[in-house]
Each structure stands twice: as structure tokens, then as C-alpha cells.
């Protein structure tokens, strides 16, 4: 009788029994949020930080010493580290809490990198061939060369702007609690969006990254143009995210498939009405567009970018554009390679367009924020050359791509971010006059990020040019390459305007010298650092994104 | 590590020291001198253990760069990068001495900034890898952008962003082509892209690409525009180097890389050359003539000579194309010398127009002698090492395109002319004002720095044999690839296979 119960009632439970989650897709990305949980209570227990770091240290030792005893040595260590790296700064810096929130957010970050490099020595690569793609969570995530990379350039520049901006928020006075843990779930958001293998996690990365943004660019309260960018990238994004997720509901239709892969396979069947699935692919690029601020759905970029505060609009311009052409390889490569002759020439077309026009507006600007996001755009259009390739060549390349840009980028906002500090306003070319022989530090680094985004040797952005030109002649659009160059050389007449300011001109007495804090000139000394290394010696990254082209399919 | 490496480096250690080492001005221009005087020694000892009769590349020396890419630090020479290396060299240590007193601002920078020009031209130089080679090639840009934008003249900054944007836009076109011959070998390896067989039609555009990269360096007609404005606002030492080495990377490029890699484009489009250069030598002959400015007139003598140099390097004859590699090595020096001496002279008088000078050989009787010495060097006197360079281009010229050479030997005959007016209105005539009657004589530094330069001028032009020795074997081995490419793409595919093999 029991027996027989027993034996009705094990399928039964079997099947109640919950999914088995494998926690080493998204390891890397289970520390930054809970540590941006955590942060938001110990900014609630305003004065008695230590009720809530304690405990919260206590749960991660705990978690730390079951992960050991489970063999997974190096992430439990690292769970334990983090975890106590919290108490550590209440107690290290009593009374300042935006250095302790600071503090544990790099944390938090070191060891999403740490466990990013673990997921890749370990689950990813276990041999020396390179990468083995793997699905997790049922398939809703993918845990592959763009997830790795993509992982990678977020964890990294946010990282580099933690220390950039901290003094800056705090001279503004907007180093308010919620900025570290916003920033740790944008970057959630980001390295989810990476992962992403199906329409729905995808769309809700999205969202978690969209949204923590516009906060974080609101965040100067008192400052109308901080607002208004607020208020700007909020409802034009609120359109551009309805209009993808339109697109993805076509798609959806089309295909009867959620799923990437899924889409991908049955795009090509005869069955699938091709004229709904175009239409899906339309408006899909047009959403994603408007997020990695392709022309002509950029307009919202440079008011954005320079109404908000700046230390998030170097982290916006490096790692959304690395989330968001994450996301944008996956649909073209992955959904819709069976709509190739479709969307080769449209994107191509964009990327013309995008190239041309940013490097021409920006010939007109006169403040940098504003300069530096028509750059901005311009390099949106240089990635998408190696999209358009619609190769392994052209996938590498673009993440490849997409990490120099944001190193340079950084590099080049961290500068800004000094000469802002100094003015307590916009920073004009004129701000600029002399920098060269007032402060030939910054002046240098600022001159190097720049050369790096022009794509002069010597420089990461030299490979990351190199390398995307090569894939694109290679898929015989060298139209398109050649577009590129011209729109390089454009480029470079504005970065050279920026750099002759500095050197060539003489200093303006009126104006004082620029702030330069410990954590500033750390993040961009290790930007520029990692320019003249990526560009001078760049095989080690190299063979790692070269192994990248391994893609869930 | 060989020698070849050894002579790249010294100059960016140096360089890396002085940004370092927080010394004073003094002990910053030691620091450079000892380093390139160093790299003048290693590339002696690199000119002693070189085989000269031997035509290949030689020396090789192969480090793992980016094995990902399939680029690799790669570096060998032949007779006439050797000798263009040793001229880089050469002049580098007399540049620093020659502005020894004349640059205060910012001294560590503009000391940093030549010793890491050396070493891209360098680099260029002996790079038997594409990509090092561009990677060198466009480097070449900043800190020359920067000698002419933060030391140079009023009209510094617009040329100093003229030269860069020319040279950038020309470059980038390079890497295009440079890309497109890596995507059929996987490799940028020299040698493998010279293997490769090529249709005509893509030989012409890829030609093309890297002509404008070339023509833009040399510069040509009529993609010159830059040079008069670059070398004007330039420094002294940065036109000395402008003029001496940089203009030779397009000359040195054409050579190494557009005639052997496209033999059939290179003998279609030879006929359109020569009559480009030939427009080049007449047109910045004509536009000397009527500067009132010494410096750009030199700097438009620079286009009319470069134009010889490429005459000679499309004639395709061994005693023309050889005489244009020594021509490069001509023009470095004895234009390398008159700007050398504009600026010695502009340090005392402040002033560069023609018209306020003269008289001056009474009152400056060195300088004067110095200054014909070198002006009838460059306007190819026999005797002096300008003829033995212009002379068999001419030659060769003549031989396969008459009215080429009749025209040209026209260029020549006007550089007798504006060199000597010019000699003429500044050092003759009566010394009328008082500054003319003011003006000091060369010190002896400066007379240092010139002895070198005219001792080369006069050797090579009494003993020019050495040097064509070194010269002739590659150019030779160059011209039998041209031959043997655009025979074999005449010939058939057989011929090609066998060629590529």
C-alpha cells in the first residue's frame, strides 16, 4: 500500500522539485548584487552600519566555508572576502559612508572579476582549446564568449569610474547612498544583458540596466540639465524599450520561439512568415539602436551624456555600449542570421550614417562632455562594422572593440571629471588652454585617451580599429572600412583640436588648477596604464577574445 | 637580441629615461646625446656586420609580437634601408646639438620627443612586418605633431594639424590595402605578402592606396600642400628632420613595398609618375623662385628635389632608381645643412625674409662659405654630392622617356637659379643696414655641427662608389621582382605559380 503510494507520489515530486540552477553561470554576478542589497540596508541603518555588516559578513562566511567544503576553493574565498570587506571599511573609515559604500562596491566589483576569471579558467575553458559554450537556466542564459567579454569590460570600467567620480559626487554633494548600489545593479543588469539567450531576459536586463540609469543621470538634483537628461533619457528610452519589445512580440509571432536559437532555427523555415519577422527585425534594431545610440536614434545622446553627472556618463558611454552591442550580436548572429541580406545592408547603412555624422557634429562642439558624445556615437558606428561582418572575425572584433573604447573613454571622462572639479560647471575647449603646462600629467593622459580613440598606434584603440576594418574588408565592406577611415580622419581633427589646446596654447592665469584626487588620478593612471599595454603588447587579451567567437548558436 | 633591435631601442630607452628622470636642462641634453650618439654607434656596428654584396634582407631578427593576429616583431635590412637608417642616425645627434641653446621650453619633451621620432623612423626603416611597419609608419605622426605644434613658429598650430590629418588620410588609405593583401595571406609578414599573386585590377587599386600613403610623405605634386607650411613652422631641428629622414619613409615605402608587391600596376602607372614628379620638380622649382621667405623657398626646393628621387624610382633602370636612393641620402644632407644654417641664421636676425638680408658674406664670411658649399651641393654641382645623384636619374630618365628627362634637367637649371638668387640677394651686394652689419658669425658649435654634414657632401661627391656599392644590390633585387612579377602575370598562370613559390 505504502509502496505503491510511494511510487505514484516520486514522479509527482520529482516533478515539484525546483530546476536545478547552475550557480556558476551567474557567479560573477551574484556578488555585486548582494552587495548592492546589502548597501542599500547599511544606508538605511544610518549610524549602526555594523548591525547590518556583521551579519551580512557572518551569511558570507557561511557561504564561503560550504562553498569550500564543496571544493569550490577560490569562490568561497572570495565570497568570505567580500563579505568582510564591509565591516572592515565601517570600521576602517568611521563616519564616512560614502567612503565605505565606495569601498565595498570596488570590492564587490574585484570579485565579480576574480569569479568572471574563475568561470573562465574553470567552467568555461577547462581546456586550452577555448571557450565551450554552455546554456544555463533552461536556456535563458548563455554562458559564452560574449557573456565573458562582456563581463569582462563592465566589471572592468566600473571598477575604473568608482574611483574616478568619488570625490566628484562628493564635492557636488550627490554622493548620495543609493549611487554605489545603483551602479552595482547596472552592472548586474549590463553582465545579464551579455548572458542573455532569450527575448524575455533579455528585455528585462535591459530594463534593469535602463532603469538604474536614469536615476543614476538624474542624480544632481539641484542641476537643471542633470534633470532634464534624467527626464529625457527616461521617456525617450520608455519609447525605444516599447518599440523592441513590439519588435520582440513580432518576432515572437513569427517564430512561435522565445528562445534565441529557437528564432534563429525557425526563421529560416518556409513555414515562418517572413514579412512579421522582418518587421520584428526592424523594430528590434530600432529599439537597440536607440541603446547603443546608433544615428539616427541618437538624438537623446548628447544632452544626456552632458547633463549627467559625468563620472556616469564616462560608465554610461563605456559599458552600456558594451551591454547593449552584446545584446545586438546575439539578435543579429544568433536570432536572425537567416535574415542576413536583410539587415547586412541596413546596418551597414546605420553604421555609414552613425560614423560620418558623429565625427562631423562633433567638429562643432565646444564643450567636451558634448564632444566626447558625438564621439561617443562615432564609435558606435565602428563596432557595428565588425556586426556587419557577420563573422567570428567581426564578433571578436567587436567585443574587442568595445573594450578599448571604453578604457579610452574612461580615460578621457576621468580627465574631464578634474578640470570639472576645478570649474564647478562645464568644461569648455578654453578650460582646456595650457592643461599641458599646468598639470602635463592629466594633460598626457588626457592626450593619450584621446589618441587611443582616434585609433593612432601605440594605443589600444589602434588595435581595436585595426581589427574591426580587418573584419570588415574580409566580408568585402570595404566601402563601409573606408568610410570608417575617413570619418577617423575627421575624428581625429577634434581630438587633435582638444590635444593642440593643451600643448600648444598658453595657459589662462584666471583659472586654477584642476582637482586631482588619490582615487581619480588611481582610475585614470591605470586607464592610460592599460591603453599604452593593450596597444604596445596586446596578445594576451587577444588570444582571450579570439576564443570568443565560441557562441551558444 | 640583435643589432637591429639594439639601435631601435636605445633611442626609447633615452627617451623613457627623460620622461623618468626629472633632471635639469643640462643634464636632460646629455642624457639625449649619449643616447643618440649610442644608437649612431649600434647602427655602425650594424653597417660593419652587414654583407654588402648580399641583395636580400639581412640581419633578420623575428620576435613573437601578436602570434593572435599573426603579426610578429619582425626586423631586417638591405642596402638601402641600411644606409637611410644610418642617415636617421647621423643627422639625429646633430640636431640635438644644433638646438642645444635655442630650445628652453619644455626641453625634456622636445629631447623625448626626437629620441622617440628616431626610433619610429627607424622602425619604419627595418620593419619586415606590415603591421610593425604601419604601427611605426603612423606612430612617426605624434611626435613630430608635437615638435612642429609646441616648438614651432606663428602659424605653428594649423600646421602642425595640416601635416598630421595629410599624413593620417593617406596612412589610413595604407591600412586599408594593408588588409586587404592580410586577408589573402593570414599573415603580415613581408615575404608572404610579396609571395602573393595579385589580378591586375586589384594591383591597381591596392597600388593606389599605397601610393597616396607614399606621395602624401614624399610629397608629390599635388598632395604637397602641407610640407611648405609644416617645414616653415617647424624648428629648426624638427625641419632638419622633416627634410633629412621623414620625407624619405614615402620615397624608402614606394621602393620596398609599391613596386614589388604590384609589379603590373607599378609599369602601368610608371609613365603617369614620372610625369607627376616631373610636374613636381618644375612646379616647387617655380614656386622657389618666387618665395620671399628663405625657409619656404628651401621647403619648396625640397618638393622639386623629392621629385627627382621618384623620377628616378619609376625609370625602373638600376643606375636611375639606385641614383634615387643615393639622391635620398643627398637631399637629406645638404637640405638637412641649408636649414641647419636658416636656422642659425634666423636665431640671430629674428627674420627669414630674403629681402632683409644682405651684404652678409663680408660680415659673415663662415656662414657664407658654408651656405654656397651646401646650395651648389644642392643644386647638384659636379664634384659635391648632388650630382652624383641627380645626374644618372636624369641619365636613366633619358633613356626611357626623353622629354621626361628634358623637362626635368629644366628643374634643375632653376634650382641653380633660386638657390644661387637667393645666395646672391643675401650674401652679395653691399651691407647696407645696420642689423645686416650686426650680425654675428657662426660660433663654433654651430660650425660643429655643419663639419660633419659637408665632409659627407664632398666625400660623396668625389667617392660616390661606397655608397652606390651598398645601394645597387637591392635595388637590383627590387627591380628583378618588378621584372619577374609583371612577366610572369604576362606569362600565365604557370609562371606566376612558380614565381610565388
Redesign the interface.
Known sequence: MTASLLSTLTPLVAQLAPPSIEWSAVAPELLPTAMALVLLLVAIARGRELVVAVPAALVAAAVGIWLISMTVILPGAVVIAVGFALPAAVVAFPRRQSLVQAFSAAAALVGALVLTGWQYVVVLAPTAGGIIPQEALQGALANDGIAFFTRLTVYLSALLVLPIGYGYLQERRINRAEVEPLLLLTVVGMAALGTANDLITLFVALEILSIALYVLSGLARRDRRSQEASLKYFVLGAVASAILLYGMALTFVATGSLDLAGIGGSIGLVTTPRVVAALGLALVTVGIGFKISLAPFHFWTPDVYQGAPTNITAFMAAATKAAGFAAVLRLYLVAFPALESLWVPILAGLAAVTMLYGAIVALVQGDLKRILAYSAITHAGYAVIGVTANSDAGLTSTLWYLLTYAIGTIGAFGCVIALERRRRGEVTLKDLRGLGRTSPLLAGILALSLLSLAGIPATAGFIGKLLVFQAGIAAGLTWLVIIGVLSSVIAAFFYLRIAATMFLEEPDPERGPPVVSTGLSLGVSVAATLVIYLGVYPQPFLQLVETAAALVR | MGIITITLAIPVLGALLLGLYEGDDRSSKIIALIASLATFVASIVLLVQFQVSDANLQLAERL??????GAEFSLAVDGVSLVLILLTTFLTPLILVASWHSITD?LRGYLAAFLLLETAVIGVFAATDL?LF???F??S??PM??II??WGGAG??YA??KF??YT??GG??M??AI??L??QTGTFAYSDMLALSLSVTEQRWLFLAFLVAFAVKVPLFPVHTWLPDAHTEAPTGGSVFLAGVLLKMGTFGLLRYALPFFPDATTEFAPWLLGISVIGILYGAIVALMQGDIKRLIAYSSVSHMGFVVLGTFALTTTATSASVVQMVNHGLSTGALFLLIGFLYERRHTRQIAAFGGLAKQVPVMAGLWLTVSLSSLALPGLNGFVGEFPILLGTFQINRTAGVLATFGAVLAALYLLWAYQRMFHGPLDTADNANTSDLKAREIGVLVPLVVLIVAIGLYPKPLYDLVEPSVDRVLTEVADGADAADGGLATAEEDGS
Open positions: 613573437t609580437w601578436i602570434p593572435a593576429i619644455r603591421l604601419y604601427f611605426f603612423e606612430f605622426l605624434v605633431y608635437l605644434g609646441i605653428r598650430k602642425a594639424v598630421f590629418l593620417l588620410l589610413l588609405l591600412l586599408i588588409l586587404y592580410y586577408g
